[in-house]
């Protein structure tokens, strides 16, 4: 007769996509399809605020993934929600936040919904209940500070926990990579994973190999592990900064004031237009009625036109958006024009590829810096890498790619599925800790 259904999971929760994986035939995992045809997912929901009245503690309706975007795109009315990994180890987490149709929610229940939908899939896909699973994490939510990265890890902890989940494991993200790379090693090698993402850069030293592959303790074999807080959505704010914000005022001069030169204009409000989480707190109406009076800061009244513009009629997501879109253009060297059409009628931004490098140029360097540093932490040399494994989202900027490769020439560039590595070698982690735990 056929054992009991294992009912475990793995879930990679990424600052701009998802995935989760579930125990399959003959000891392995499969990656559970949380849209159509697709094993990945945004991580992304959109709460709406035209329905029928709730029920006293009822939640707004929601749409979540690919669905959540379109709703977005689409101009109904509500709250779209990304980037919700970049809240834990903040003191948004526990904060709540206006979702719409006079409701608000705490982040933190924004992120456990996303998760209780994530495991719903699961379930479903697996024809069974759920309650344990491996969550990949980054090797640093917070960097520098680690009583807010443990306070981030716990409240992951809470929402999974929150959602049924009673037995909950973390993995480093960079680690799970490694273990999906090693079901191709054909011989024992020191690789370094290079998991590049939307939120954080991770890097790992890793021992693998075909006769370490079942063990169930790899401690040993996990040389080092190190990452900085910088990835592809720092890579969009640098990019909105630098190629849109400026034409709605940002590092621009204001008028000569007698025999006083031009003051600056005043940049917290661009530095949180470009910045996921903090778009909406530039749209309280305090706010808005002092960026009103701020025209007498600005010599070109076009900048303080096209900002007022932005926040009165809510652009901030929109435009971050469009940065991100003329990343992924300039990607493999091309030039592009970034379309403000919404801003003010027929204005386009130019975006070259080496004014893209130029903007990024710093964050990529210290990506790599992280990446030598890791190698110096597992006690080895740039020659003693045998693989440099690649994995995220962001790794598919040839730029970032490149620099990294040449920091480490002796190693063999390999690339794993950029959305889907982690998922799956946290799917390898958990498969061993609770199906061998039977």
Known sequence: MPGPTLSYCAIDFGTSNSAIAIPADHGSSRLVELEAGESTMPTAVFYFAEHEPLAPGAEPPRAF????????????????????????????????TDVGGGHAVKFLDVITGYLRHLRHAAETALGAPITQAVLGRPVFFVDGDATRDAQAQASLEAAARAVGLRDV??????????????????????????????????????????????????????????????????????????GILRELGYGASGPARGDQPPREVPSAVYFDLATWHLINTVYQPGRVAELKNMAAFYADPRHHRRLLRTVSERLGHELLARAEAAKIAVADGADTQIDLDLVERALRVPLSAPQAAEAIDGDVERIVEAARQTVVQAGLTAASVDALYFTGGSTGLRLLTKRLAASFPAARAVRGDRLASVATGLGLHAQRRFAVAR
């Not at 109904?76 to 980037?83: D, K």
């Not at 990579?177 to 020191?190: L, M």
């Not at 890793?206 to 592990?225: N, W």
Request: glycine share 10%; hydrophobic share 40%.
């Open 65 to 96: 993934g690919r669905a959540a975007i379109a709703a977005y795109v689409d101009g109904y009315e509500g709250r779209l929600m990304r980037s919700m990994k970049s809240i834990l180890g903040s003191s948004l987490v526990e904060q709540t």
């Open 169 to 242: 494991v973390f993995q480093y993200e960079p680690i799970a990579a490694a273990f999906d790379f090693e079901q191709q090693a054909t011989r024992e090698q020191c690789v370094l994973v290079a998991d590049i993402g939307g939120g954080t850069s991770d890097f790992s030293v890793v021992r693998v190999g075909p006769d370490r592959r079942d063990r169930t303790d790899r401690k040993d074999d996990i040389l080092a592990s190190h990452g900085v807080h910088i990835a592809g959505t720092d890579f969009d704010r640098r990019i909105e900064l630098t």
